[in-house]
């Protein structure tokens, strides 16, 4: 584009910049995928907690408490089954709302009840309700409309810490002291786990703890799926390998490197996506991987310091150089095999003038660079001949580490360390 091109110019240019996404918005944290794999059991619970909403529609206020760690699909999963419960019942002449509250947000009695209100478009006068009197006008218009309502309190332990036990036994016993109202509110409490129960009283534990739906974090086999999907709906055929995929799955699946959570795992895709579109090139690399990796692993910038702070020795140095220039010269293979390594490591204690160490030695380092969190080692499953340990990297994107490392070296024979 030529120099001061108009605005129209410009917006233009940026319009028609090739991406590798095809719909970014399908990787936005709000968007509730239609599937959710590995989550089949869960969804199956929910239905037989709430089927009787349409079976036998206002005998019982149903409910549900879904409990697991942070990115394990407990929100998707809430949203995608109401919805879809929605539209099911929709088609059996039933009208099921769905409330969604994130109780992070809203965290007293009352503004949860104005919320629900104004979710189900049920007009209040802006003061002088107390939270009993908005919630008895919710109950008289979904009693005058014939509606449901499925009510989601997502982060609830938010609203137990904040509002306490009375205001929960409120929310979840109400019907017991309006006999009058069918049963027409039913409740999804959402949880990370169930430690804030300690402040309720044993009534109310009771009553939320009848129907638990427990989400574990996913492994890197389930992260593999998941992230094959999503990575199906958002980017172009072809700019996301499999070699790609797999590695996210492995530095964020439990039995991996991760925490099992596949909100970080997408975060990571996207990320990887948007350096690819930065550079300009037509796929994701497993450089834009490892950059991604960086970026949202707190731990990751930790490995510039331990190189600065002079907790490795020269050696250590100069292996993990060898290692960085193995890995930057595979594009689509995030692992090196030892052997690989040693060849490279040889080759650069020849260019600093350094004797290079045996391979015990230099399985040593191996092992303490690994115990310091800056490599990932694994022995290598099937598929590779002969079994060899295959050495990763990353918690830093190896361009701007490789000059690190660079000068950590030079100082050291500037210093003439031994
Ligand atoms: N099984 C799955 N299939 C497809 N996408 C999934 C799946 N599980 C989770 N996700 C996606 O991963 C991200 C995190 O999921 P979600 O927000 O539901 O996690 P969460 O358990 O509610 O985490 P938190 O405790 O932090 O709120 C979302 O973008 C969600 O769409
Ligand atoms: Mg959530």
């Known amino acids: 584009m030529p120099e001061g091109g108009t605005t129209r110019d410009i917006i233009e240019s940026v319009l028609e910049k090739p991406s590798v996404f095809k719909s970014r918005e399908k990787l936005d944290p709000d968007y509730v995928p239609e599937k959710l794999p590995h989550r089949e059991q869960q969804l199956k619970q929910l239905a037989m907690y709430f089927r009787g909403i349409i079976t036998d529609p206002g005998?019982?206020?149903?409910?549900?408490?879904?409990?697991?760690?942070?990115?394990?699909?407990?929100?998707?999963?809430?949203?995608?089954?109401?919805?879809?419960?929605?539209?099911?019942?929709?088609?059996r002449g039933?009208?099921?709302?769905?409330?969604?509250?994130?109780?992070?947000?809203?965290?007293?009695?009352?503004?949860?009840?104005?919320?629900?209100?104004?979710?189900?478009?049920?007009?209040?006068?802006?003061?002088?309700?107390?939270?009993?009197e908005v919630f008895e006008r919710v109950l008289e218009k979904l009693e005058e409309r014939d509606e449901h309502a499925i009510i989601i309190l997502d982060e609830f332990d938010y609203f137990i810490e904040t509002s306490g036990n009375d205001a929960v036994y409120f929310l979840v016993r109400v019907y017991d002291e309006y006999p009058m109202f069918k049963r027409r509110m039913h409740y999804i409490f959402i949880m990370r786990d169930l430690k804030h129960l300690n402040m309720l009283n044993p009534a109310t534990v009771n009553y939320l703890l009848k129907n638990v739906v427990t989400f574990q974090p996913y492994t890197v086999a389930q992260l593999y799926d998941i992230l094959q999907y999503?990575?199906?709906?958002?980017?172009?055929?072809?700019?996301?390998?499999?070699?790609?995929?797999?590695?996210?799955?492995?530095?964020?699946?439990?039995?991996?490197?991760?925490?099992?959570?596949?909100?970080?795992?997408?975060?990571?895709?996207?990320?990887?996506?948007?350096?690819?579109?930065?550079?300009?090139?037509?796929?994701?690399?497993?450089e834009h991987v490892r950059k991604a990796h960086a970026l949202v692993n707190p731990h990751a910038v930790r490995i510039q310091d331990i190189i600065l702070e002079g907790s490795l020795t020269l050696h250590q140095l100069l292996l993990l150089l060898a290692i960085i220039r193995v890995l930057r010269s595979k594009e689509t293979?995030?692992?090196?095999?030892?052997?690989?390594?040693?060849?490279?490591?040889?080759?650069?204690?020849?260019?600093?003038?350094?004797?290079p160490r045996g391979h015990t030695q230099v399985y040593e380092y191996i092992r303490d660079l690994k115990l310091k969190g800056v490599i990932?080692?694994?022995?290598s499953g099937k598929g590779v001949r002969g079994r060899t340990t295959l050495i990763g990297?990353?918690?830093?994107?190896?361009?701007?580490?490789?000059?690190?490392?660079?000068?950590?070296?030079?100082?050291?024979?500037?210093?003439?360390?031994?």
């Open 376 to 379: 990932d080692a694994k022995p």
């Open 393 to 418: 990297l990353s918690a830093a994107p190896l361009d701007i580490l490789e000059k690190t490392v660079i000068d950590a070296i030079r100082k050291f024979k500037a210093g003439d360390v031994p």
């Open 333 to 355: 293979e995030p692992y090196a095999k030892m052997g690989e390594v040693e060849q490279e490591y040889r080759a650069v204690c020849e260019e600093f003038g350094e004797k």
């Open 59 to 91: 005998s019982t206020s149903h409910r549900a408490l879904i409990v697991g760690p942070i990115g394990v699909g407990k929100t998707a999963s809430a949203r995608r089954f109401t919805m879809d419960f929605a539209e099911i019942a929709r088609k």
């Open 94 to 132: 039933l009208t099921l709302r769905m409330v969604y509250i994130n109780c992070h947000a809203v965290r007293t009695l009352y503004s949860v009840v104005t919320s629900i209100a104004s979710q189900l478009e049920i007009p209040m006068p802006t003061r002088g309700y107390s939270a009993r």
């Open 230 to 286: 999503r990575a199906e709906l958002s980017f172009y055929p072809g700019t996301v390998g499999d070699e790609v995929i797999r590695y996210i799955a492995e530095l964020t699946g439990i039995d991996g490197h991760g925490e099992g959570n596949a909100r970080q795992a997408l975060q990571i895709l996207t990320l990887a996506g948007e350096y690819a579109d930065n550079e300009g090139s037509d796929r994701i690399t497993i």
